[in-house]
């Protein structure tokens, strides 16, 4: 997986018991996977299709440094679905910890907002990457 973005969680994200409002990291990871979901099909224009579950594994608090990674588990003709995960990162035992994780499908659109196809090569491209994961596996 790789890093897509970094968030801090201040006193203005927190909602009852003093945890990280769950809304919040929705956000978070939703303008991290859209933004790898672009670099991958090298398009601004993506639009979110759906998020699955949510699992909330463990509370995030004020301070806490959130690292949001990601990749690439499915590309069709104009989507592309993403395995997103949110890890808490400890600065002095320099280590992560997962706190939620979801998958994520955003489709390519053009200019009047309908599905648009993403061009052949790069989906190839993603596809032969998907395909050695798996016979690695």
């Known amino acids: 997986m790789r890093l897509i973005s970094t968030n801090l969680c201040k006193t203005s994200?927190?909602?009852i018991n003093?945890?990280?409002f769950g809304g919040r990291m929705l956000s978070?990871?939703?303008e991290a996977g859209g933004i790898m979901a672009a670099e991958e099909v090298c398009s601004r224009n993506i639009v979110t299709l759906k998020m699955d579950q949510v699992l909330f594994k463990k509370p995030v608090k004020v301070n806490d440094?959130?690292?949001?990674?990601g990749k690439v588990i499915n590309?069709?003709?104009s989507s592309v679905s993403l395995f997103l995960e949110a890890r808490r990162?400890?600065?002095d035992f320099q280590k992560e910890d997962a706190v939620c994780s979801t998958i994520m499908?955003?489709?390519?659109?053009?200019?009047a907002g309908k599905p648009d196809q993403i061009k052949e090569e790069?989906?190839?491209k993603i596809q032969n990457i998907l395909n050695q994961k798996i016979s690695k596996t």
């Open 89 to 91: 990162f400890d600065f």
């Open 105 to 111: 499908t955003y489709v390519k659109i053009d200019n």
């Open 75 to 77: 590309i069709g003709h």
């Open 65 to 69: 440094h959130i690292r949001i990674y």
């Open 13 to 15: 994200d927190i909602g």
């Open 28 to 30: 978070w990871l939703d």
């Open 122 to 124: 790069i989906r190839e």
């Open 18 to 20: 003093n945890n990280l």
